[in-house]
């Protein structure tokens, strides 16, 4: 099983991006998704989460702003990200929920500046 996030890069406080996550395997269907953040020399938080039946949850820093999606038959994980802040840069990673050690990949980095 393998995830790839993409999508990442720099953008202006009040813009937008959208990240995507490649799965493999067939784990994808039978588990609840997540996405995580890793700011520079804080620990990695959970951003927001979506249950093998689309039940969505967001941490109370992106609540409103973040959306989380996922395509079971694409097996692929989303995350509209709008009203960027600065303070929401940090390399994003997707993962299961609880994650599993074997599954973070190298994230993508997401960086909010004027």
């Known amino acids: 099983v393998q995830l790839q996030a993409s999508g990442g890069g720099l953008v202006q406080p009040g813009g937008s991006l959208r990240l995507s996550c490649a799965t493999s395997g067939s784990f994808f269907a039978f588990n609840d998704m997540a996405w995580y953040r890793q700011a520079p020399g804080k620990q990695r938080e959970l951003v927001a989460r979506?249950?093998?039946?689309?039940?969505?949850m967001y941490g109370d820093s992106v609540k409103g702003r973040f959306i989380i999606s996922r395509d079971n038959a694409k097996k692929m994980i989303y995350l509209q990200m709008n009203s960027l802040k600065t303070e929401d840069t940090a390399v994003y990673y997707c993962?299961?929920?609880?994650?599993?050690?074997?599954?973070w990949g190298q994230g993508t980095l997401v960086t909010v500046s004027s």
């Open positions: 993962n299961r929920r609880p994650p599993s050690s074997a599954l």
């Open positions: 979506i249950t093998t039946e689309e039940i969505t």
